[in-house]
């Protein structure tokens, strides 16, 4: 029962008491007190009128609340909606830097036709908005691991932003020309840093050792020719291309010399993906962070093998399902790890169940 309701009974009780009341004592005393009795009965009437009002007036203070309730959960959807919206200015809003290093080399933007070449990259990324999205959430997960082997090596981190330019970091790239992998090896330079390649098992597309791979190229290229533009360059066009065009064309400078339009574009293409992915806010790129991608997170273990080893098994093993550990070790081509010594990448907080289950495995294997 409301509180109205309740008053309204109180009211209607009391009511009945004073007729009573008054009726009983109009019998005893005569007209006199049946004329104070209706006096009475008329002020109880009023009073009651005027309860009856402030009920009303109650009533109505009731729906009021209830819809500014409501009007204030619609503000706040609208607010958040309204926060929510990322309308980007025109392209033409934004600008290069005056100034662009890449390895702490400068590009020498005074000349009109290195910063007409920026400038045409630059835009062309500016206008794909969804490739840029992809390579903010992609680089919140490989990043973390290249900067810190790059900080191991004492490499500059700026050649993080190679993967970009190769791959836009997608795992499981391959080019026309058969590249492969983040770092977009070709089969015999990947063998030659250690990559390797057969029927059931391409290390290209291990992130990891393409990582350790790139790096190591990387450092011999600058090692040879000095310079890291030139040595991105070698990257993408092979170092004997570039040894070959400084010979004929006498100059040591990669934004003078005349190469193949894909490496001409090449290094412009990663100062480019720098420029964006250092300050993603300045030219109209935001993401929450529950948007990014999530980090790299698993346990890498070296195993040797004398036969096969089935992954439905390991998946099996670590409780996970099948597509999750092939996801973890694209590597690995075929159903089965074939023999010899390999890294093996696990979900995290799985590899205790992984050896207990190897071990015994190995053993009912050798007890053959």
């Known amino acids: 029962m409301s509180h109205q309701e309740k008053r309204r009974q109180g009211m209607k009780k009391r009511f009945s008491i004073l ?3 008054f009726f009983l004592i109009n019998c005893a005393t005569g007209p006199s007190i049946s004329k104070v009795s209706e006096k009475v009965i008329v002020q109880t009437k009023s009073i009651e009128k005027q309860e009856a009002k402030e009920d009303a007036l109650s009533e109505q203070l009731n729906i009021l609340n209830q819809s500014i309730s409501i009007l204030r959960k619609e503000v706040a959807s609208l607010r958040y909606r309204l926060d929510r919206l ?9 600008k290069l830097p005056q100034e662009v290093f890449l390895c702490e ?3 020498p933007l005074e000349d009109r036709n290195v910063w007409e070449n920026l400038d045409r990259e630059f835009l062309l990324a500016l206008s794909n908005e969804v490739q840029v999205l992809l390579w903010m959430k992609r680089a919140r997960r490989y990043f973390p691991w290249v900067e810190k082997r790059l900080k191991e090596t004492g490499l500059p981190e700026d050649l993080k932003y190679v993967t970009i330019t190769e791959s836009s970091l997608r795992p499981e790239a391959v080019s026309t020309s058969g590249a492969a992998g983040i770092w977009q090896f070709i089969p015999s330079t990947g063998e030659k ?5 057969s029927r059931s098992v391409d290390e290209r597309f291990d992130f990891f050792k393409a990582t350790e791979g790139a790096l190591s190229y990387l450092k011999s290229l600058y090692e040879e020719f000095g310079s890291w533009t030139l040595s991105m360059a070698a990257y993408n066009a092979g170092e004997n291309r570039i040894r070959r065009e400084i010979e004929l064309q006498k100059t040591r400078s990669y934004f003078y010399l005349d190469l193949p339009l894909e490496t001409e574009r090449y290094v412009y293409k990663i ?7 250092s300050d993603p806010g300045r030219y109209g790129y935001r993401l929450e962070e529950k948007e990014f991608y999530d980090p790299l997170l698993l346990e890498r273990v070296q195993i040797e093998l ?10 099996k093993a670590t409780g996970v399902f099948y597509k999750e550990i092939k996801e973890l070790n694209p590597h690995y081509i075929e159903e089965a790890i074939p023999p010899g010594i390999h890294f093996l990448n696990l979900p995290s907080g799985t590899s205790e169940k992984f050896w207990s289950f190897f071990l015994n495995w190995k053993k009912g294997i050798e007890g053959k």
């Not at 990322?86 to 934004?94: D, G, L, M």
């Not at 004398?306 to 998946?315: C, H, K, M």
């Open 19 to 21: 007729v009573i009341g």
């Open 86 to 94: 990322q309308t980007r200015p025109p392209i033409t809003a934004f």
């Open 105 to 107: 080399e400068r590009f």
């Open 193 to 197: 840093y250690g990559m390797r390649k």
């Open 271 to 277: 100062a480019v993906a720098k420029i964006l992915l």
């Open 306 to 315: 004398v036969q096969p080893l089935p992954i439905i098994e390991i998946a």
